[in-house]
C-alpha cells in the first residue's frame, strides 16, 4: 500500500510535472492491478510490485509527497507502527481532504479511472478503502495517539510543503480523529 501512497501522493504534489506524472501513473496502476495477487505471495506479482515500487520512487523523488507522509513519519516515529501501515490507513481520508482543491480533485478522478472506478477524488478514496481491506488492513489505528503533538510533528515534516492543498495543524487533527481507535 505504500507504493500506492508514493505514487498517489508524487501525482499531485506541487513539484509534479508530466515526468512524475506518468511515472506515478504507471507505478499506481502496476500496484492497483498487482498488489492482492502480490500478498497471496505469487513471483510474477511480487515483481510487479518491486517495478512499481521503483517508478513511483523516482516520481516522488522529482515531485514530493504529502500530509499522508508526514502523518506517517511523525505517528511511525512516536508509536513504532510500520510506515505502510499507517500510510494505507490514511490515505483515503488524504484523499478526501486534498480532493478539495481543484487541480488535485482533476488528478485523483484520472487514477480513479485507471483503476476501473468513475472519475472522482471520492471514486479513488473508496476504491483505496476497499483494497485496503481485502488485503487485511483496518480503517482505523489501533494505538491512542497524542493527536496534538502528532499533528505538530507532522505540520513541520518536509513533506508537508509538496502537499497541494494547504494544511493548518487544525486540519492534521481532524484528519488523525478520523482514523483514531
Not at 44 to 71: D, K, P, Q, T, V
Amino acid at each position: 500500500m505504500d507504493v500506492i501512497a508514493h505514487a498517489v501522493e508524487a501525482y499531485v504534489a506541487k513539484r509534479a510535472n508530466p515526468f512524475t506524472d506518468a511515472l506515478a501513473e504507471r507505478a499506481f496502476w502496476m500496484a492497483a492491478e498487482h498488489l492482492e495477487e502480490a500478498v497471496a505471495g505469487t513471483y510474477e506479482a511480487r515483481a510487479a510490485m518491486l517495478y512499481a515500487s521503483c517508478l513511483a520512487g523516482i516520481a516522488f523523488n522529482g515531485a514530493g509527497l504529502g500530509i499522508g507522509h508526514s502523518l506517517a513519519h511523525a505517528i511511525g516515529g512516536r508509536y513504532h507502527v510500520r510506515h505502510g501501515r499507517v500510510s494505507a490507513i490514511l490515505l483515503p481520508h488524504v484523499v478526501r481532504f486534498n480532493g478539495e482543491e481543484i487541480e488535485a480533485g482533476k488528478k485523483y478522478g484520472r487514477l480513479a479511472g485507471l483503476s476501473g472506478t468513475s472519475g472522482t477524488a471520492r471514486a479513488l478514496a473508496g476504491k483505496l478503502v476497499r483494497l485496503r481491506s481485502r488485503i487485511g488492513i483496518p480503517d482505523r489505528m489501533s494505538e491512542t495517539m497524542a493527536i496534538q503533538e502528532v499533528a505538530i510533528a507532522a505540520r513541520e515534516d518536509r513533506c508537508t510543503e509538496t502537499n497541494p492543498r494547504p494544511v493548518s495543524t487544525e486540519n492534521l487533527i481532524a484528519l488523525l480523529r478520523e482514523v483514531q481507535p
